[in-house]
């Protein structure tokens, strides 16, 4: 299995500021075929189901504000909320597709400070 | 715009079987990925497996022996069958598409989740 996880836990940033979460494969999910990094960020807000934030890495999902962007490649990504809004405040999930035993990250959770 | 829907039995005793379906709007099952994930209360979230609408299945070993996903293409519709349940098999039970012709792809429409709850 590719275990995923993360870091932080959680954090709370204030209103406008930057939050950064990371997340860490136990392999790479960089596929050499198509240099693809099979690794998405999901947004999952209280009493709600995930909502898909991010894919291959670093696409944005469409209708999704550009302050979300991924990086990263082989085994560490990162997602940034680059000016943190109210309604932001959410559990946010990596998850590698490159293996068939699809996985999840633990989760970070993210308030406002 | 797609939209996935879960139904089934809010209470299962332990020992029995879990059964949920799916129904899918807004498109067709054809082509496309379809897996199962779960959520404990107060926890992170556990693929469960995914079926391709040509009926080819793969599951997470660790329910594997326990688990059935099936697609009715004429419905639209998925199922999701956990044989002999305990507790911890209570959860959120969220149906989700994935990749296209490939299982290899983001989940990204999701149902709104199905609270099975296994208790006498």
């Known amino acids: 299995d590719i275990v995923m996880t993360q870091s932080p836990d959680s954090l709370a940033v204030s209103l406008g500021e930057r939050a950064t979460i990371n997340c860490k494969s136990s392999?790479?999910?960089?596929?050499?075929?198509?240099?693809?990094?099979?690794l998405a960020w999901y947004q999952q807000k209280p009493g709600q189901p995930p909502k898909l934030l991010i894919y291959?890495?670093?696409t944005r999902e469409s209708g999704v504000p550009d302050r979300f962007s991924g990086s990263g490649s082989g085994t560490d990504f990162t997602l940034t909320i680059s000016s943190l809004q109210a309604e932001d405040v959410a559990v946010y999930y990596c998850q590698q597709y490159y293996s068939t035993l699809f996985t999840f990250g633990p989760g970070t959770k993210v308030d406002i400070k | 715009q797609v939209q996935l829907q879960e139904s089934g039995p809010g209470l299962v005793k332990p020992s029995e079987t879990l059964s949920l379906t799916c129904d899918v709007s807004g498109g067709s099952v054809t082509d496309f990925n379809w897996s199962w994930i779960r959520q404990p209360p107060g926890k992170g979230l556990e693929w469960i497996g995914y079926?391709?609408?040509?009926?080819?299945?793969n599951y997470n070993p660790s329910l594997e022996s326990r688990v059935t996903i099936s697609v009715d293409t004429a419905k639209n519709r998925l199922s999701l069958k956990v044989n002999s349940v305990t507790a911890a098999d209570t959860a959120v039970y969220y149906c989700?598409?994935?990749?296209?012709?490939?299982?290899?792809?983001?989940?990204?429409?999701w149902g709104q989740g199905r609270l099975v709850s296994v208790s006498s």
């Open positions: 392999q790479s999910v960089l596929h050499s075929s198509n240099n693809n990094n099979y």
């Open positions: 291959w890495a670093s």
């Open positions: 989700t598409r994935g990749g296209l012709h490939t299982p290899h792809g983001p989940l990204d429409f």
């Open positions: 079926i391709h609408s040509s009926g080819s299945t």
